[in-house]
């Protein structure tokens, strides 16, 4: 019977909650501004979204603008590119904000060793508009497409912690992404 | 050779794990000049490199 119960997970919530604390990641982001929408509000819910369906941005913020999603996260509701501008402000400020969450992780937890898995990945663009987005030879045979690479490393098995992440234009040489 | 973001987190004699693509000369020269040791795959015919 359809009904007008609504479900949304409150452990993930919980839990994201928790590690923006103790990460201290209000103070890493906050930072970056100050006045208008509360970034950090925004982004909880984005990060509870993600580990949750996981899917576009526009569906997020259909996602969190629901009445009990806003008031868990103390939001009122916003429109659609409210969250855009907001991963437009972190996508500018990255090389910052990838240092001081590094910087924090390391600082809060005290590794039993730092041995690292690297890997690279490229991804098919079905627009023009990513400025990183370049022609080039294409592994998924769509040479009219643009790509760009993303590499990542994290520290491997059992501690599991991502500490890295690059982005490339195009599909880029993996060896010549090792910088 | 390593992202320039990792590099300074890692200690003397970290293992560095990645597949055979990266598995170039220079690159293990570099990862070896930075005190590091590597994990990686190997090429072993031509062929393996489309697949």
Not at chain 1, 13 to 20: E, W
């Amino acid at each position: 019977m359809p009904n007008e119960n609504l479900s949304f997970p409150i452990g993930t919530i919980f839990t994201v909650k928790k590690y923006y604390k103790k990460l201290s990641f209000s103070e890493i982001l906050g930072k970056h501004k100050k006045r208008g929408r509360n970034i950090n509000s925004l982004m909880e819910a984005l990060l509870s979204y993600k580990l949750t369906e996981n899917q576009s941005i526009t569906k997020a913020a259909t996602w969190i603008n629901r009445e009990e999603v806003l008031d868990t996260f103390n939001l009122d509701s916003f429109e659609q590119r409210t969250l855009y501008r907001v991963l437009k402000l972190i996508g500018e400020n990255r090389e910052e904000i990838i240092a001081d969450v590094q910087t924090m992780i390391f600082n809060t937890f005290d590794f039993k060793h730092i041995n690292i898995n690297m890997d690279w990945t490229s991804f098919i663009l079905y627009d023009d508009k990513c400025p990183s987005g370049k022609h080039s030879y294409s592994h998924d045979y769509q040479p009219g497409k643009e790509q760009i690479t993303a590499g990542i490393s994290k520290i491997f098995s059992p501690i599991n912690v991502p500490i890295g992440m690059t982005v490339h234009e195009g599909n880029v040489e993996r060896p010549d992404s090792l910088r | 050779m390593i992202p320039y973001q990792v590099k300074d987190f890692l200690r003397e004699d970290s293992i560095v794990v990645f597949d055979r693509e990266p598995n170039r000369k220079e690159n293990l020269k570099r990862i070896e000049n930075s005190k590091l040791k590597f994990l990686t795959a190997r090429q072993i015919n031509k062929s393996d490199k489309s697949t």
